[in-house]
């Protein structure tokens, strides 16, 4: 079964650097998350999109921004990367809301 | 404020037993929750889920339990496997207009042989 996929899974850049994670939700979920992982850390929540349109903001830095496509593909933008920044993000999906969602393998960001 | 908590860091469980991961919320507007298996660098991957109008709900070895009351969850997992050692987390929605899972802090469960 398609899964949620995620690019690309590894990404190294330089602090004031940006950043672009991509997002692709299973075929005919309508709902997109994105997640951040510092490490010993429980996922924390940044953002989601439902229907194209942002429905939920999480803490979520000013410098970071998000959006979701026309074909439901997820973009997180991330500028002026900081070394706090190194973490996994993970995107998620699901069948609308209040149902299972189901996550990418994650982007392991390292900023330098 | 942590929201949805797991209060043990780490579970040790002999192969065969069943171990039992427990989670608490706080959110009464919490009304669905899911638990996930988590592996090093990799994503979470979903394992059980319960709406809040269910107490029980039960997938091959994996049950969970619902106590609203209590605003409590717990997660069994009979007959426990090696495989089954990994970071155990609980989330919990909303379905108030919202569109988040709050995760809580994980439990490592470590299967012995």
């Keep these: 079964a398609a899964g949620v996929i995620q690019s690309p899974r590894h990404l190294i850049k330089e602090k004031r650097e940006t950043a672009t994670l991509k997002c692709y939700p299973i075929p005919r979920h309508d709902t997109v998350y994105w997640y951040q992982q510092g490490p010993g850390q429980d ?3 940044l953002i989601s999109f439902y229907e194209k349109m942002q429905s939920d903001k999480g803490s979520i830095p000013d410098r ?4 979701q496509f026309s074909d439901y593909h997820s973009e997180l933008n991330m500028s002026s990367l900081e070394l706090g920044d190194s973490a996994l993000y993970f995107c998620a999906s699901s069948l609308t809301r209040n149902t299972e969602a189901f996550f ?8 330098v | 404020d942590q929201q949805v908590k797991q209060n043990s860091p780490s579970l040790s ?3 065969g037993r ?17 638990w996930y298996k988590k592996y090093p660098a990799e994503g979470p991957t979903f394992l059980i889920s319960i709406s809040s109008i269910k107490d029980k709900n039960e997938d091959g070895r994996f049950t969970v339990f ?3 009351s209590a605003k409590h969850l717990s997660l069994h997992i009979v007959p426990s496997q090696p495989g089954d050692s990994a970071v155990y987390f609980c989330a919990a929605s909303a379905n108030s207009g919202t569109y988040k899972y709050i995760f809580g802090t ?4 470590k299967v012995l042989a």
């Design chain 1, 43 to 45: 996922p924390q929540f």
């Design chain 1, 64 to 67: 970071f921004s998000a959006q």
């Design chain 1, 104 to 111: 990418g393998q994650g982007t392991r960001l390292t900023v």
């Design chain 2, 13 to 15: 469980v002999q192969e």
């Design chain 2, 18 to 34: 069943i171990s039992i991961l427990n989670c608490d919320y706080t959110n009464s507007m919490f009304d669905y929750f899911l």
């Design chain 2, 66 to 68: 619902l106590n609203k």
């Design chain 2, 106 to 109: 994980g439990t490592r469960l």
